[in-house]
């Protein structure tokens, strides 16, 4: 079972940090790698939801700006809001 969970974080990080616009790419791959251990099992089904959302509606969101796509709140999006990319 551990190596299963293993396998699909690296996928997450895999699939957080090539997304297809350098800045969401450092952006996101950080915010993905500062958490993932953090998160239970459910916390890793919504970060994949998550990182199937399109790199221009996720900037608009972490920027406060108004997107025509809804992000529903849950803690993914809860700390990506509140995350300080250094």
Do not use: A, P
């Amino acid at each position: 079972m551990n190596f299963e969970i293993d396998k699909f974080k690296k996928r997450l990080i895999y699939r957080s940090q090539y997304r297809g616009t350098k800045e969401m790419d450092k952006l996101i791959g950080t915010f993905v790698k500062e958490y993932i251990n953090n998160l239970d099992n459910n916390g890793l089904i919504e970060l994949e939801k998550f990182l199937e959302i399109d790199d221009d509606v996720l900037y608009k969101f972490y920027n406060n700006e108004k997107t025509e796509f809804d992000i529903k709140e849950n803690k993914i999006t809860n700390l990506f809001k509140n995350f300080v990319y250094k």
